[in-house]
């Protein structure tokens, strides 16, 4: 099964698909979900690739830098001077709206998922830390801006005004362990060491990721531990080690769960074609409109059971009343006839026919030694 609706079409057309996709949620208790920029949008922070995306804020701050937007996230722009600037502008720019940011419909939905005990686990690609709730199910694909690190020994710091302000200027600040060190050096008359920068602590293309193997044996357990359902929301899937990830929980689900596990696909974009055999569920949305129609069908099917108990415990009540009600009646009527005790039930007891048996001595059962006793019955 393989469909593909908006949640802008007709509410009979969706209705039974948001319905599906309740139940789905509603059973399921290993849920993997995989988030991108699309999820915070709501939040005030604008993704990467639309129209009024990130990139584009760049361009307009920044107009005499030749830079499109997958180069500012590339770790070849440290190789030019003025792109390293945009780059630290922008960072600085990121930060003032991640702080001025709240959670979404969205990010509320992953958490109680996770409350209920129904996350395995949520791999994020956004570095704005609005899913830090989460804890150990969370992990950060691509870093966070809770931090900057040192370029050259990979110290790390809390991501603080201070910082902020240096970055806003185009220029890093200069890291405060290799500092220490330095001023000790020449305190002891020793050679001068090189002084490493503070920049963001998120993952560019073209670089290394720090927690490169802790990632690889996450995606290892979850794989192993079998999860009944995968939602990708927010996300254009453009980067080849997350598209590998996904088609190997998509085929897991689809191997171990057969009937009743689902693979879905939430993005105001449809995807390539290369995903129409992996989602079981292309739903073209806004990430919040599909949880506002979702909860709500949850909700109704909660209030059915509820509703259809009350009327079970109604009915239970309604039989209980009437066995009383027929009670009183036939003690009223027995007192009216002046017989006051109730009718004494009449009880015939036959006596059972006795057999007698009739004791012979053992007889010997060949050359064992094992003895058996013949009884003889008289009539």
Not at 114 to 121: A, P, V, Y
Not at 330 to 359: D, E
Request: a positive charge; proline letters at 5%.
């Amino acid at each position: 099964m393989k469909v593909r609706f908006s949640t802008c079409d007709p509410p009979e057309v969706i209705d039974p698909h948001i319905a599906d996709l309740a139940a789905c949620l509603s059973r399921s208790k290993k849920t993997v979900v995989i988030t991108g920029a699309g999820i915070s949008c709501n939040s005030g922070i604008p993704d990467f690739r639309s129209s009024d995306g990130l990139y584009n804020l760049v361009k307009q701050k920044h107009p005499d830098t030749v830079l499109r937007g997958k180069e500012l996230f590339d770790a070849m722009l440290f190789k030019n001077q003025q792109q390293t600037r945009c780059f630290y502008t922008f960072m600085a720019e990121l930060k003032s709206l991640i702080g001025k940011a709240q959670p979404t419909a969205t990010h509320h939905f992953i958490s109680g998922m996770k409350d209920k005990g129904q996350l395995l686990r949520c791999y994020t690609q956004n570095i704005d830390s609005l899913e830090d709730n989460l804890e150990q199910h969370l992990v950060q694909l691509h870093g966070t801006m809770d931090k900057v690190q040192c370029t050259l020994c990979s110290a790390s710091y809390d991501f603080s005004t201070t910082y902020q302000d240096h970055f806003r200027s185009g220029e890093p600040p200069l890291c405060p362990t290799c500092e220490t060190k330095v001023t000790e050096r020449q305190r002891l008359g020793k050679r001068s060491l090189a002084m490493g920068t503070l920049r963001p602590a998120v993952v560019l293309y073209n670089e290394e990721h720090p927690q490169a193997d802790a990632i690889g044996l996450a995606q290892a357990s979850d794989l192993k531990k079998r999860p009944d359902l995968l939602i990708v929301m927010g996300t254009s899937l453009k980067i080849a080690a997350l598209k590998k990830f996904i088609k190997q929980l998509a085929k897991s689900i689809h191997i171990n769960h057969p009937r009743t596990g689902r693979v879905i696909f939430i993005n105001k974009t449809q995807p390539t074609k290369e995903w129409e055999t992996v989602f079981d569920y292309q739903v073209l949305s806004d990430a919040d409109t599909w949880v506002a129609l979702t909860e709500a069908k949850l909700l109704d099917t909660k209030a059915l059971a509820a509703a259809k108990t009350r009327l079970r415990g109604d009915d239970d009540e309604r039989l209980d009343i009437e066995h009383l009600s027929s009670s009183s009646a036939t003690a009223a009527k027995r007192k009216r006839s002046g017989n006051s005790s109730p009718p004494k039930l009449k009880i015939t007891v036959k006596r059972a026919r006795t057999a007698k048996v009739l004791k012979e001595p053992p007889l010997m059962d060949g050359w064992m030694g094992l003895s058996r006793k013949r009884s003889k019955v008289a009539a």
